[in-house]
């Protein structure tokens, strides 16, 4: 079979007006980037307020493995099937961080029959979003350092700047950092250092805002560090807001592509799952959900990060409610799980499938948990067996929910009509979604019930500094806030060599943040950086380009 990029670069690309109109959207509410993407207007989406709204589905996963399981390959599968079937639909994803896509992944716009194009673009900056986000972060960070040298009319304490600074790229060389050296000619020196963009706090409000002027109010309330007296400084008082809008006011603006198959998709933002909350932007998902009968969007990673931070952030704050779940899983995930090395993984094993399969019980109930009706989708590779997929099977009906063999990435959306089917089905059953906590609850109550309820852990460990630092930001206002987890997405636990389902284990919380703009408090668990590094051996290795300019390596 050609490669992912070989099939994107054959597909037939239909001229985007065609591709708008199918969503109803007029030509002149389309800002053309090259030939294959245009984002949508902010005016004709202002327009739509008012509009009844489609049935939204999450697509969401077991723990990742090594072997990959095709989430979004699956969410642009039955995002085309349900096309095929008849249904207006919209997939709306996430954009491609350049740091993983050298790093690891090597690409992020699904694989096989079942992916968004122009492949080659969205992996390789795009439509500038990510620089935008880039930009807008680290003028703050300089405006910052630039009121200390003239004076620090603010008083702000040099030790207590929460600000630092990002880049779209893996690099853990520039975690922690001496800045201001030099002499007085460069400002005062200073310890500060470097997140990857998809975990800045732009990055979030980006795909939080519903609006420019919402944008803007969010921007103000960041929060950069401390004056003296421990009082809060924000971006507003240091007076970047107005010019970060500026920089993103074209970024915030949903972008629209097409699947191989001419389903229309809105790419748009990308906070990382692990280190953040793992969903596309508001502004595309509501956008979608005012133009298409089905909108089928991914959240990140496993359903332990992705789908509890989609729920209890994303449709809590943006007042959405998910008509039905969908959870990937592959044989070769259930294998993996149960322990069997990456290298036996193609072997037949079907005592391993059960075993393993309880990573993929645990899911399906927490999900259930929400309100929301579920269906597994398997991801069918084709090594796969018979009395492997049966287990699958066996082990999702114990539980109470179907699972349905899905060949997308084959047979593109041909393969996943069934699924299609009954995602259809289930929405029509009606929803009772409801959010993991209450908005009430303390923070660190919050963040105990995701640890019990989601991870099955024992206990939260955390130092009384932290358990402090929480309550004097539930004094100051921000008790009210959703808690977004940074951990290991490997595992339900904080380590990430602990497969399965573990129970009672301890999840040690070592740093907490607070997103005032995005409107989260971030609890960092365990080893999680906020900078990741490079792999030892990177896919930047094998990405180049051929005698005649094309890319290669991107899978």
């Known amino acids: 079979m050609p490669t992912d990029i070989e099939i994107a670069r054959a597909a037939t690309r239909l001229p985007m007006p065609e591709i708008a109109a199918r969503l109803g959207v007029p030509p002149e509410a389309l800002i053309p980037y090259g030939r294959d993407t245009a984002k949508i207007d902010r005016d004709f989406i202002a327009s739509l307020d008012g509009r009844p709204q489609g049935k939204l589905v999450l697509v969401t996963a077991v723990n990742p493995t090594p072997a990959g399981e095709g989430k979004t390959t699956t969410t642009v599968g039955l995002g085309d099937a349900l096309s095929r079937i008849g249904q207006r639909t919209a997939v709306c994803i996430r954009e491609a961080s350049l740091g993983p896509n050298f790093g690891m992944k090597g690409g992020a716009a ?273 090594g796969d067996t018979e009395a492997e997929i049966a287990a699958l099977i066996a082990a999702a009906a114990s539980e109470g929910v179907e699972a349905i063999v899905c060949r997308h990435w084959a047979e593109g959306g041909a393969g996943a009509e069934d699924l299609a089917r009954r995602v259809v089905e289930l929405a029509g059953h009606g929803s009772q979604f409801a959010p993991l906590y209450h908005d009430e609850m303390p923070l660190m109550a919050k963040i105990e019930t995701i640890a019990r309820r989601i991870y099955h852990a024992a206990e939260v460990v955390a130092d009384p500094s932290i358990r402090d630092q929480l309550a004097a930001w539930e004094a100051a206002g921000h008790g009210h806030l959703p808690v977004c987890i940074a951990k290991t997405p490997y595992s339900f636990s904080a380590d990430p060599n602990l497969r399965g389902a573990p129970e009672g284990h301890v999840l040690p919380v070592r740093e907490v943040r607070l997103a005032a703009g995005a409107g989260f408090v971030v609890a960092i668990c365990g080893e999680i950086m906020t900078m990741p590094g490079l792999p030892r051996h990177p896919a930047a290795r094998t990405i180049t380009l051929n005698s005649d300019g094309e890319v290669e390596g991107l899978f």
């Not at 096989?112 to 194009?117: C, F, P, S």
């Open 110 to 382: 699904g694989g096989g029959r079942a992916q968004v194009v122009p492949m080659e673009e969205m992996n390789l900056h795009f439509t500038g979003d990510f620089h935008a986000i880039t930009s807008a972060h680290n003028l703050l960070a300089a405006m910052i350092d630039n009121h200390i040298y003239w004076g620090n009319e603010l008083d702000i304490d040099t030790r207590r700047i929460t600000w630092g600074r990002v880049m779209d790229m893996n690099d853990r060389t520039l975690r922690d950092i001496a800045v201001g050296l030099g002499g007085v000619r460069n400002g005062f020196p200073r310890q500060t250092g470097f997140d990857i963009t998809v975990a800045s706090e732009v990055m979030a409000i980006l795909c939080l805002a519903r609006d420019l002027d919402d944008l803007k109010a969010r921007l103000g309330r960041i929060i950069i560090g401390y004056r003296r007296d421990r009082a809060p400084v924000t971006c507003a008082e240091i007076g970047g807001d107005g010019a970060m809008a500026v920089l993103l006011r074209d970024a915030l603006q949903p972008n629209l592509v097409q699947t191989i198959e001419n389903t229309p998709a809105l790419v748009h933002g990308g906070p990382f799952a692990n280190i953040a909350h793992g969903c596309n932007s508001v502004m595309a998902t509501a956008t979608a959900l005012k133009l298409a009968d089905f909108v089928v969007t991914e959240a990140g990673f496993g359903a332990d990060l992705g789908a509890e931070k989609f729920f209890d952030i994303k449709c809590r704050k943006a007042g959405l409610t998910p008509a039905v779940a969908v959870i990937v899983a592959t044989v070769r995930a259930m294998k993996y799980n149960a322990g069997v090395a990456r290298g036996d993984l193609g072997a037949e094993n079907v005592g391993a499938v059960r075993a393993g399969a309880a990573n993929l019980e645990r899911h399906i109930s927490n999900v259930r948990g929400f309100g929301v009706p579920v269906v597994v989708a398997i991801n069918h590779f084709s």
